[in-house]
Structure formats: C-alpha cells, structure tokens
C-alpha cells in the first residue's frame, strides 16, 4: 500500500475514487466537480496529495500556511479541507476554531504527531477525521470521499435555505399573516376572522402566497413555515 509522500502515478488509482467523486446529485452547485483544499507547510506532503486528489477526479487546491488559505474566497461547490495540526503561524486547530460555521466545508486532520488531547479536541470540534502520518492513500481517500457526501448535502442545503428565505421575503406583510395563520390549522373563514378580513380576500392572498412560496400543498408549507422557524401565532 502506497502512502503520502510517495505520489501513485494516475494509473495507480483505482477507478472507484473517481466515481465516488462523480456521483453528484442535487442542483448546479452540488453537480460541480468538488473541491479538496490542502493545507500543509510541506511542500512534498503538498504536491503527493495533489497527484492523488487529482487522479482522484477530485479539484485540488494547495496552501502552505492557513493564513494563504484564508485569503481564497469562500466556494459554494461541495469541498472538504485536508489540515495539518501544525503550520507556521496559524495553527491548524486555530484555523478550525475560525471555521466553525463551515459546515459545508468538513475538515480532515493530518499530522506527524500526533496525541490523544489533539485528536479529542478535534474531533470535538467538528473534524470529521483525524490522521497519523504515514497513512495510506485508501485511507486518504476514503476519508476524502465522505467529507464530500457531507459537503454536498450541506450545500444543498443551503442552496434550499437561501431560496426558501428569498421566496418568504417576496410575502407582502398580509400574505405572511395570512401564512403564519394557515400553517397553524385555522380554516380561511378563521383566519378571516383573526385578521378582519372577508374569505374571499384570504382565499386570494392565500393564492398568492402559495404560488410565491412554491407550495404546491399545505403539508409542503407547513414543513418550509417550520423550516423558517416561523411560530403560530393568533390575535387575542
């Protein structure tokens, strides 16, 4: 078995990274070729994992110190970053910490030397993986393969909870009345009632409503009103 610091040809890579890295589902953000960002002040640690996230069929990006990587802009395609715990400067559980709200963005560990301490506070901190070097390029690759399957379903995610504000935030002011009291059960004639308003005019901003938020049922509103954190509320 191969491990990192000795570089595999591209025809030493089996076919089943590739595939895995393949297999997108999701919208266009999830269907771009993930990215696999690496951070590592070893320049041949550095060039071994980009032959092999390559042949991969996977994007990689390298820096050598986490301040380099935190001046790339933030992508909105599935990714993961390889780290190493040690670096100049910023370490790579400061890094981490930076990162906390990248749960798009899963984080796999690597280091020389490593200790228990180090890995426990890791993985506590969100790392989906945290490995000794040497390693072998499978175990890379498959740690790789399902920090990306993390990542695409948080960018669809995502992607889902951006589109679901921007419908809610198209609502006029009564339309999301009208919406905060159908998700709670009331009837039109009730929620006519609450607001002081005629069924017909509800059943009209309950049309429009539905159609802004692409609802095609109320079951299906009632899971976005719940995915918004939208509370019922009803006037005394």
């Known amino acids: 078995m191969r491990t990192v610091g000795s570089a595999p040809p591209a025809t030493a890579i089996h076919s089943e990274p590739a595939a895995r890295a393949g297999d997108v589902e999701g919208g266009q953000m999830s269907d771009a070729t993930p990215i696999v960002f690496v951070v590592d002040d070893d320049v041949s640690v550095r060039e071994s994992l980009e032959l092999l996230i390559s042949a991969a069929g996977w994007q990689p990006e390298t820096f050598a110190s986490a301040m380099e990587f935190q001046s790339r802009p933030r992508s909105a395609v599935p990714s993961c970053l390889v780290l190493d ?15 906390a709200e990248r749960t798009d963005m899963p984080i796999i560990f690597i280091t020389g030397h490593g200790d228990v301490p180090m890995t426990v506070q890791a993985m506590k901190a969100g790392a989906v993986e945290f490995l000794t070097k040497p390693f072998t390029n499978d175990v890379l690759l498959d740690a790789i393969g399902g920090a990306i399957e993390r990542s695409r379903t948080a960018v669809r995610q995502e992607s889902e909870m951006r589109a679901l504000r921007s419908s809610y935030a198209s609502l006029t002011p009564r339309e999301r009345e009208v919406m905060v009291l159908v998700v709670s059960g009331l009837l039109n004639k009730q929620v006519g009632g609450e607001l002081g308003i005629s069924e017909i005019t509800v059943k009209a901003h309950r049309g429009q409503m539905m159609r802004k938020m692409k609802a095609e049922s109320l079951p299906e509103l009632v899971t976005m009103a719940a995915r918004l954190g939208l509370q019922p509320a009803r006037k005394a």
């Open 85 to 99: 715990v040690t670096l100049p400067g910023l370490s790579g559980l400061e890094l981490q910490q930076q990162l």
